[in-house]
C-alpha cells in the first residue's frame, strides 16, 4: 500500500515543560533535546523564549547545538516582543520555525483577549508577517480552535496562510473535542479553506477527557498531516498526546492510516525513561507503549498462547520500541565484560568510572537478590546519572523505628570538597519522616514534601525499591530519585537529590 509521512512535532519542551512541577534546568533540556535528535523526530519546539531569560537561553542553546539536525521551533504570541525574542533565540538554528499563535473561540476572545473578530484576524496576519523577517517557516495557532465557530475559522486559517503560514495548527486547546467533532473540524478546513492546500494542517490536543492520542489520529483520517505531541504525553494539566502513543498507532495500524513516521521507535522507550528521570514525573504503569507492565503478560492463558504464538497476545514486539523488562540478566558470578557489554545494549555510554561504581553496586545487589533483571540495572545506573553536581553525600544513617517507640533518625553527611563528617538526629513521624528532618537540618533548608512514590523496579520481595520525591523549597519544585533494596535508603537518596537541587539553585540564585 502507497503511504505518506507525517510530521512528527514535539513539544515536550515546550507545553511538557508547563507540566505542574516539570521544569528543567537548560543543561536537562539540551539533554532532552539530544535524545529527541536521536528519536529522529521532524521539529523540537524548544521554548517560549519570551516567558523568561532561562527560556530564552535554552531555545538560543538548542538552536545552535541541533538546528543544523533537525527543525528548532519558537513558540510566540502575536505581539511584536514575542515574534522578536524567538526570531533572536532561534537564529543559530540552520532550520528554524516560529510558532505564533492567538486565540479565536468566542470564549476567549470576549472574555481573555477583548477584542473583535476582525482585530483578531488583523493581529494574527500581523503576527505571521513579522515572523517571515526571521524565517519562512512559520506556523499559526488558533487557539481554542476546537470551540471556534467553523466559518470564523476558515476565515482566520485563510488569512494566515495569505500572510505566509506555511502549518496551520488546530489545537484543542482545553481537551473538549471527541474524535468525529475533530475529523469533522479538519475535514471542514480542509473543503471549505481556498488556499489550503498551501500549508500543512496540524493538530494540537489536550488530553482533559482522556481523548487526546484519539483525536489526533481522527485528525489524521481527516487529512492533518503533522501531530503535535509530547514524551510521556506531558504537556499542560491532563497533557498531550502521548507521541509514543500516535507513533505506535501509526506503525502498528499502518494497514488502517497508510501513513509512517521518520521514528527510530527503538528509542522510545529509552527516551520515556529519560524524560521521566528529568521531569520527575512517574510513567504509570499500565501506560500504553512504555509502562513497565506493556508488554507483561500476567494470566495463564495469555502465557500459554504467547508460548505457542506471541502474536496470539502480543501487537507490538517490545524489542521494537526499545523496552527493559524483566530479562534475567546476570549473576554475581558475572564479570565486568559481561556487566559493560549488557550496560551498552541497554544504550547507555558511561566511563571507566561509573562502569565501575554501577558494577560494584550490582555485585552488592546480586549478593542481596536473587534474581537481578535489566530493569534493576537500569535503575542504577539512572540513580547516578547527574549526581557529580551534588554538594552533600550521605556518608552513613541509623534509624529507630517500630510500636511504642518515637521514631528518630541520625545521618552522618559530608560537603563537597570537606573531609569533616557532620552528624546530626532528629525525630519524625515514621524512620523515613525522621530521616528527611535530619537530612534537612545538615544543610539547612526546609521543604515541603509536595509528591512521594515508591515502586518496586521488578518482582519479588527482594526487589530494588525506587522512590521519587517531588518538594517545595521556596515556592520552588524540585525533584529526586532513588534505589535500594531497603526503601529507607531509597527514600533517604531521594530526598537528598531534591535537597541538593535545592541547594545548587539557591546558590547559583545568590551568586
Ligand atoms: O494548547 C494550545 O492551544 C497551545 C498553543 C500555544 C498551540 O499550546
Ligand atoms: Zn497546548
Known amino acids: 500500500m502507497s503511504s505518506e509521512t507525517i510530521t512528527i512535532f514535539d513539544t515536550t519542551l515546550r507545553d511538557g515543560e508547563q507540566s505542574p512541577g516539570c521544569s528543567m534546568t537548560t543543561e536537562e533540556k539540551l539533554e532532552v533535546a539530544k535524545a529527541l535528535v536521536e528519536l529522529g523526530v521532524d521539529v523540537i ?3 517560549f523564549p519570551i516567558a523568561s531569560p532561562g527560556d530564552f537561553e535554552a531555545v538560543r542553546k538548542i538552536a545552535e547545538r541541533f538546528g543544523d539536525q533537525t527543525v528548532i521551533c519558537g513558540l510566540a504570541r502575536c505581539r511584536e516582543e514575542d515574534i522578536t525574542r524567538a526570531g533572536e533565540a532561534l537564529k543559530g538554528a540552520a532550520n528554524r520555525r516560529i510558532h505564533v499563535f492567538l486565540a479565536t473561540s468566542a470564549i476567549h476572545r ?22 517571515k523577517d526571521y524565517t519562512d517557516n512559520i506556523e499559526f495557532s488558533p487557539e481554542d480552535a476546537a470551540r471556534t465557530e467553523l466559518d470564523f475559522l476558515c476565515e482566520v486559517t485563510e488569512k494566515a496562510i495569505a500572510a505566509g503560514a506555511t502549518t496551520v495548527n488546530i489545537p484543542d486547546t482545553v481537551g473538549y473535542s471527541t474524535p468525529t467533532h475533530f475529523y469533522n473540524v479538519i475535514r471542514h478546513l480542509k473543503e471549505n479553506v481556498p488556499n489550503i492546500d498551501q500549508a500543512v494542517i496540524s493538530t494540537h490536543c489536550h488530553n482533559d477527557l482522556g481523548l487526546a ?22 504537556g499542560e494539566r491532563a497533557g498531550n498526546a502521548s507521541l509514543e502513543e500516535v507513533v505506535m498507532a501509526l506503525r502498528t495500524r499502518k494497514d488502517h492510516y497508510g501513513i509512517d513516521t521518520k521514528i527510530n521507535t527503538q528509542k522510545l522507550f529509552p527516551t520515556s525513561r529519560l524524560v521521566s528521570r528529568i521531569t520527575g514525573m512517574t510513567v504509570q504503569r499500565n501506560k500504553a507503549i512504555v509502562g513497565q507492565n506493556a508488554f507483561a503478560h500476567e494470566a495463564g492463558i495469555h502465557q500459554h498462547g ?22 534475567l540478566v546476570l549473576g554475581k558470578h558475572s564479570g565486568r565484560h559481561a556487566f559493560r557489554d549488557r550496560v551498552q545494549h541497554l544504550g547507555f555510554q558511561l566511563d571507566e568510572d561509573m562502569i565501575q561504581r554501577v558494577f560494584e553496586e550490582f555485585i552488592a545487589l546480586a549478593d542481596k537478590k536473587k534474581d537481578v533483571y535489566d ?26 523505628a517500630g510500636t511504642d517507640v518515637l521514631p528518630t533518625a541520625t545521618v552522618e553527611m559530608r560537603r563537597e570538597g570537606s573531609d569533616e563528617v557532620i552528624r546530626d538526629a532528629a525525630t519524625g ?34 526487589a530494588l525499591g525506587e522512590v521519587n520525591v517531588q518538594i517545595e523549597v521556596d515556592g520552588e519544585k524540585y525533584h529526586g530519585k532513588g534505589v535500594n533494596t531497603d526503601i529507607v535508603a531509597a527514600s533517604a537518596a531521594a530526598y537528598l537529590k531534591a535537597l541538593n537541587r535545592a541547594a545548587a539553585n539557591s546558590e547559583s540564585e545568590n551568586g
Not at 470576549?110 to 515572523?131: F, N, P, S, W, Y
Not at 508460548?307 to 521494537?320: A, C, K
Request: glycine share 8%; proline share 2%.
Open 375 to 400: 530493569s534493576d540495572i537500569v535503575a542504577l545506573i539512572e540513580s547516578h546519572i547527574g549526581e557529580s553536581k551534588e554538594q552533600w553525600s550521605l556518608e552513613r544513617f541509623h534509624t529507630l
Open 45 to 47: 519546539e524548544a521554548g
Open 306 to 327: 504467547m508460548l505457542q504464538n506471541r502474536s496470539t497476545y502480543e501487537i507490538m514486539r517490545p524489542e521494537d520500541v526499545g523496552y527493559v523488562g524483566q530479562n
Open 110 to 131: 470576549e472574555h481573555k483577549l477583548k477584542m473583535t473578530k476582525d482585530e483578531i484576524i488583523a493581529r494574527a496576519v500581523q503576527g505571521v508577517e513579522q515572523a
Open 213 to 234: 492520542v484519539a483525536n489526533s489520529l481522527a485528525a489524521v483520517e481527516a487529512g492533518a498531516r503533522q501531530i503535535e505531541c509530547t514524551i510521556n504525553g506531558l
Open 429 to 462: 513521624d515514621g524512620p523515613i519522616d525522621a530521616v528527611f528532618k535530619a537530612l534537612e537540618r545538615v544543610i539547612g533548608l526546609e521543604a515541603k514534601l509536595t509528591d512521594y512514590q515508591v515502586r518496586s523496579v521488578s518482582s519479588g520481595k527482594d
